[in-house]
């Protein structure tokens, strides 16, 4: 298989958008330097650089690499390491909770929300300096769950989360499930919003088994 490995000024990884993420096949997103890597697996290489021609990403290189198969969860669980924004700890789910502080699970994935991008990281650092207790809180784009299950942890009455994507779906369900105070309930038929406190149901979908 062929990876592409793009390295581009740091940020980018923020405004890469649904197109690039549809060509691109997997995404891995690495910091490098003042820059950042975004190594992807396109099915059709030539269609994702006729993109990113077009695109105004400032992209600094560009490499193809030859690559056998891998098992990329399990390369995946070896080299996902914990992040911390202020006194939160943000683990996969294979890890120990740590004792001090607040802890959120998340399965990396391909849902976007591991905690490592800035805008995460900037957006989290603002809710914690706001009281949400008792707050309705509606999150659009919810990825991978991540500022939702946070929502709930500040004690937020409801929290309903929203996206069109089926694997963001999924991974907000499992976030929901892996922390203890939001828990997944029972999806309803017919909702295209997620309530972690009411029902769980991806857009545009059957009801999942449960």
Same mark, same amino acid.
């Given at each position: 298989?062929?990876?592409? +490995? !793009?390295?581009?000024?740091?940020?980018?990884?923020?405004?890469?958008?649904?197109?690039?993420?549809?060509?691109?096949?997997?995404?891995?997103?690495?910091?490098?330097?003042?820059?950042?890597?975004?190594?992807? *697996?396109?099915?059709? #290489? +030539?269609?994702?650089?006729?993109?990113?021609g077009a695109s105004a990403l400032p992209i600094l290189h560009i490499s193809f690499i030859d690559?056998?198969?891998? +098992? *990329?969860?399990?390369?995946?669980?070896?080299?996902?390491?914990?992040?911390?924004?202020?006194?939160?700890?943000i683990l996969p789910p294979w890890h120990k909770p740590r004792k001090k502080g607040r802890t959120?699970? !998340?399965?990396?994935?391909?849902?976007?929300?591991t905690g490592r991008h800035e805008s995460t990281k900037l957006m989290m650092k603002m809710m914690?300096?706001?009281?949400?207790?008792? &707050?309705?809180?509606?999150?659009?784009?919810?990825?991978?769950?991540?500022?939702?299950? *946070?929502?709930?942890?500040?004690?937020?009455?409801?929290?309903?989360?929203?996206?069109?994507? #089926?694997?963001?779906?999924?991974?907000? &369900? &499992?976030?929901?499930? *892996?922390? =203890?105070?939001? #828990?997944?309930?029972? %999806?309803?038929?017919?909702? =295209?919003?997620?309530?972690?406190?009411? =029902?769980?149901? %991806?857009?545009?979908?059957?009801? #999942? %088994?449960?």
């Amino acid at each position: 298989m062929v990876r592409v +490995d !793009i390295v581009a000024e740091k940020g980018s990884e923020e405004v890469l958008g649904v197109d690039f993420y549809r060509l691109s096949g997997g995404v891995w997103i690495e910091d490098e330097g003042a820059g950042v890597r975004i190594k992807c *697996y396109p099915p059709d #290489p +030539d269609r994702l650089l006729t993109f990113l021609g077009a695109s105004a990403l400032p992209i600094l290189h560009i490499s193809f690499i030859d690559e056998e198969e891998q +098992d *990329y969860v399990a390369l995946v669980r070896r080299h996902f390491t914990p992040v911390t924004v202020g006194g939160l700890t943000i683990l996969p789910p294979w890890h120990k909770p740590r004792k001090k502080g607040r802890t959120i699970f !998340i399965e990396p994935g391909m849902a976007f929300g591991t905690g490592r991008h800035e805008s995460t990281k900037l957006m989290m650092k603002m809710m914690g300096e706001r009281p949400l207790r008792g &707050k309705l809180v509606l999150d659009i784009g919810s990825g991978s769950g991540i500022l939702s299950v *946070y929502a709930a942890l500040l004690h937020a009455s409801l929290v309903v989360a929203v996206d069109h994507d #089926p694997l963001a779906a999924e991974a907000t &369900k &499992k976030s929901c499930a *892996y922390s =203890s105070r939001a #828990p997944a309930s029972r %999806p309803s038929r017919g909702s =295209s919003t997620w309530s972690l406190r009411t =029902s769980i149901s %991806p857009p545009s979908r059957g009801t #999942p %088994p449960g």
